[in-house]
């Protein structure tokens, strides 16, 4: 057996009931996959402002509003659909 040594402050592990959007909400940090019990999540260093996407909005139309670059944007919240009401992470400036 062996024993993971990390920097905590980097890292949190999802306990039992946790579910992903309150992971992300607290940590404001994406989670990207599932988030079960025992798995770890990385904690971003960098900034980031959570945005509640609006009606017509797309990684374009929120990548230009930010400042940011679309490729980063998709990335960061993996690529997931965007919709109305839909929580993207946007690095902040």
């Known amino acids: 057996m062996f024993t993971l040594v990390t920097d905590r402050s980097r890292y949190f592990r999802?306990?039992?009931?946790?579910?992903?959007?309150?992971i992300e909400r607290v940590l404001k940090?994406?989670?990207?996959?599932?988030?079960f019990a025992g798995a770890v999540?990385?904690?971003?260093?960098e900034k980031?402002?959570?945005?509640?996407a609006a009606v017509g909005d797309t990684y374009?139309?929120?990548?230009?509003?930010?400042g940011a670059d679309e490729r980063q944007l998709r990335k960061l919240n993996a690529d997931k659909p965007v919709y109305?009401?839909?929580k993207l992470f946007?690095?902040?400036k």
Request: charged residues 25%.
């Open 84 to 86: 109305p009401t839909c």
């Open 14 to 22: 999802v306990k039992r009931g946790q579910s992903a959007e309150e």
């Open 48 to 52: 980031l402002t959570e945005y509640t």
């Open 60 to 66: 374009r139309t929120v990548a230009l509003k930010f």
């Open 41 to 45: 999540v990385e904690v971003r260093s």
């Open 29 to 35: 940090t994406p989670v990207h996959g599932e988030a």
């Open 90 to 92: 946007v690095p902040c």
